[in-house]
């Protein structure tokens, strides 16, 4: 589903690379988490994959993208087959649940009339039904990641990308939040966690990529992944 | 099209300060634009009557026979120039002028003799209303042995017809000048709405909007806020009129206003301003992001 090979990454504006000479691979139904130090690298891999930068160097594919040549005008076609989480949520403040939702069925022209049952079906599965009407400043920080998750999986993605969607909970709510992106990962859904909470990872028994100063130090699936 | 109206109505709810402005903003520049609209139409239809009033005056010696003035008459009128030739009295000159200039009409009253000369007053037919033809026509007439003195409009015609082309060349100039300007302004306030929206489009981008998608509310708004600045300007520049008609600044002249084919061009030119204000900005904008 998701292979980097030999990739690297520098910011224009920075001096030192932010990701270098980076192979690995990511198979189908595999839950992943990436963790490393702060500057480590972790957002930028997740930024390549959603093709939010491009790689200086090497070849990314992300569900069959070849991510260094995407046009421009092929990106919405990436993430329509992407659910991508952040730390933040971004959700729109002046929108209900539902309607954070709804809008990421709207904007890849989904049928109006197949979107409610849609927007309540993704809203069931993450446990909110009951606060479809509820505005962000209405939900406590796990329940909005609750429904920027909700988000993300509306359109089906075989791929889940989540960058620190933990980072900003409660030990409750993350335990919430990480229980729900496995039950996701159970359906057959890739997801990608980057994170900072060794306690999860740890506790999760899931593989992991660990990265330093943008180099992949250590991957616990091993020679496995080399041979796959 | 539903949901584009729904996001461009949202916007424009959400930034009601700078949607004003911007609509006040190409009402504004639509309202100059169309003032001198006004004038240019104006000042043309005033040329066109003048020119229709090209004529040449032939004054007549006193005394000259009736039958010459007939026969002449008729040679005048087949000059290929003329379309008709009228003969004034001198008693005709002088009612006339008791009508025109009523303030001296008492002064006339008490004239002894009438100072009028009689006159013969040619109008020419419409494609001979300039001036080499109108001084063709009057070097002819002073042919006549009882043409006494032949007058015509030649200078303030030509000068009319420099003003005309001056009027409109500066019309368009300040025209083009204030739509740019207004491409200019509403091009920032559809810029400060972007950045408010920032996030939003960072959102759009990531849950996989097109370009065009993310672009569609914003030229729908910014065509809106065009044809609201335009309908603004079109009823500033008709109060403007009618306050100029009422306080009788015609000076005789009948006023006219903008024809129908005006207006839709104002409407047009307005939402046109408020489309490309908006594409370039949000083009901009999503350039960097
Ligand atoms: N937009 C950018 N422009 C320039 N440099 C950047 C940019 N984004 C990240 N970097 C640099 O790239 C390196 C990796 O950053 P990245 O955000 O991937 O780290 P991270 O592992 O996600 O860190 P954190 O745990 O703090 O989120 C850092 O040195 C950072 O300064
Ligand atoms: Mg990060």
């Known amino acids: 589903m998701i292979r980097f090979n030999n990739v690297s990454k520098s910011y ?7 990701l ?26 997740l930024k390549l994959m959603h093709a939010e930068e491009p790689p200086t160097s090497g070849d990314v594919r992300v ?10 005008d092929e990106v919405p076609r990436l993430r329509r087959r992407l659910g991508i989480v952040f730390q933040d949520f971004r959700l729109l403040e002046d929108r209900t649940a539902a309607e954070n939702i709804a809008f990421a069925l709207e904007v890849t022209g989904a049928r109006s009339d197949t979107i409610p049952t849609r927007v309540a079906r993704v809203l069931d599965q993450v446990g909110l039904s009951s606060k479809l009407d509820a505005f962000p400043r209405e939900l406590s920080g796990g329940e909005q990641q609750r429904v920027a998750i909700a988000r993300a999986l509306v359109n089906d993605p075989p791929v889940l990308l989540a960058d620190e969607p933990t980072g900003n909970l409660d030990e409750r709510a993350t335990q919430g939040v990480f229980q729900l992106l496995r039950d996701i990962n159970d359906t057959g859904t890739v997801v990608l966690m980057a994170t900072h909470d060794l306690d999860l990872v740890r506790q999760a028994g899931k593989r992991i990529l660990e990265l ?4 992949l130090v250590f991957d616990s699936a091993g020679d496995q992944v080399e041979a796959r | 099209m539903k949901l584009l109206w729904r996001e461009a109505l949202l916007a424009f709810r959400r930034t009601r300060t700078l949607s004003i402005l911007s609509v006040t903003t190409i009402a504004f520049a639509l309202f100059v634009t169309g003032l001198f609209g006004l004038v240019a139409i104006n000042l043309r239809q005033a040329i066109g009557s003048v020119e229709e ?19 002449a008459i008729e040679d005048i009128s087949a000059f290929p120039e003329v ?10 000159a002088l009612d006339r002028a008791r009508e025109e200039l009523v303030e001296f009409r008492d002064a006339y009253d008490d004239l002894q003799i009438n100072p009028l000369p009689p006159s013969l007053e040619i109008r020419l037919n419409a494609g001979y209303r300039n001036a080499p033809s109108v001084a063709d026509v009057a070097e002819r007439l002073r042919g006549f042995a009882f043409v006494e003195e032949v007058r015509y409009g030649r200078d303030w015609v030509e000068q009319l017809d420099r003003l005309r082309n001056l009027a409109g060349l500066i019309g368009l100039s300040i025209g083009l000048a204030f739509a740019l300007v207004s491409v200019v302004i509403i091009g920032i306030t559809i810029r400060i709405t972007v950045l408010q929206r920032a996030r939003e489009i960072v959102i759009m981008r990531l849950v996989g909007a097109t370009d065009w998608f ?64 908006s594409l370039v900005s949000v083009g901009r904008h999503l350039r960097k992001v």
């Open chain 1, 12 to 18: 224009p504006t920075s001096t030192a690379p932010a």
């Open chain 1, 20 to 45: 270098e000479g980076l192979t690995f691979h990511i198979g189908r139904g595999e839950f992943v988490f990436l963790t490393g130090h702060s500057g480590a690298g972790k957002s930028t891999i």
């Open chain 1, 63 to 72: 569900s069959g993208f070849a991510i260094g040549k995407l046009r421009r």
């Open chain 1, 212 to 215: 330093r100063d943008g180099r």
């Open chain 2, 53 to 71: 009033r090209v004529e040449v005056v032939a004054f007549v010696l006193r005394g000259t026979p009736s039958q010459s003035l007939v026969v």
């Open chain 2, 83 to 92: 379309s008709e030739v009228r003969y004034v009295s001198e008693d005709d």
């Open chain 2, 214 to 277: 993310i672009r569609g509310p914003f030229l729908l708004e910014g065509a809106i806020k065009g044809l609201l600045g335009g309908i603004l300007a079109f009823l500033l520049c008709a109060a403007v009129f009618m306050v100029y008609r009422s306080q009788g600044f015609g000076l005789g002249i009948g006023l006219t206003f903008f024809e129908p084919v005006h207006a839709v061009a104002f409407l047009a030119f307005g939402i046109l301003i408020g489309f490309f204000g």
